[in-house]
């Protein structure tokens, strides 16, 4: 067979699997991502490093982390600027007596996809944030503005989470996991599960299920179980 028959056939042998493995990607773009980081001084960076030695048993300088997992949520805010006002702040509030026990860190999330499907960036995705017990020293936290059941989230929304999804994935190989806030517990007994404390769980439902078995149908590469 000719030569580049030959290469002609690779070729389309590539793209034949690229295709099998990112069906809906082909003509997808990186998302536009607009920094609007949260305040990260100081305090907060101790506050995470204590966080990561008293639960995780990790003893760092810095708050770095190598992403292996994504998790998606949903707000339960109704607009952008309330979620960023919720999570800029360093120390957690008050009004947050549920978590408050296990650490005066703040909760935050890695990146915010308005309703209309705007990213914004709150802080590099390779440094910890407090988004998912047992799991943040290794995942990247997704906030959707909307209802905590996922019942209102857009289509704009779900177009930008698969979009932002599979950049993320693509640029940090060591990602295998998406799941949902609601099943992070599936992975207490799985190597990436690293929460020292047994009573530390809340209930979670966001982003629902509906939501993630839409995203997983378009990026369906990744794993959401151990």
């Not at 995470?48 to 770095?64: R, S, V």
Request: include cysteine; charged fraction near 25%; aromatic fraction near 10%.
């Amino acid at each position: 067979m000719p030569k580049p028959l030959l290469a002609l056939l690779g070729l389309l042998l590539s793209l034949t699997l690229v295709a099998a493995l990112f069906p809906l990607y082909l003509s997808y773009k990186k998302p536009d991502i607009i920094d609007r980081p949260i305040q990260f001084g100081p305090e907060r960076k101790a506050l995470t490093l204590k966080y990561m030695k008293e639960h995780y048993g990790i003893d760092a300088n810095d708050t770095a982390i190598t992403p292996q997992m994504i998790v998606i949520h949903a707000t339960a805010t109704q607009t952008a600027d309330e979620a960023f006002a919720m999570f800029n702040p360093e120390r957690l509030p008050a009004r947050r007596s549920d978590i408050a026990d296990a650490s005066a860190l703040n909760v935050s999330a890695h990146f915010l996809v308005d309703r209309d499907g705007t990213v914004y960036r709150l802080m590099p995705e390779t440094r910890m944030a407090r988004h998912v017990i047992g799991l943040n020293w290794c995942a990247i936290g997704i906030e959707n503005v909307g209802k905590a059941d996922g019942s209102d989230l857009t289509k704009a929304q779900l177009k930008a989470d698969a979009e932002l999804v599979f950049y993320l994935a693509t640029r940090y190989p060591t990602i295998r996991y998406l799941i949902g806030h609601y099943e992070y517990t599936k992975f207490e007994n799985s190597p990436l599960w690293k929460e020292k404390d047994p009573d530390y769980r809340t209930q979670k439902q966001d982003p629902g299920e509906a939501f993630m078995k839409k995203l997983r149908a378009l990026v369906h590469n990744l794993r959401h179980e151990p």
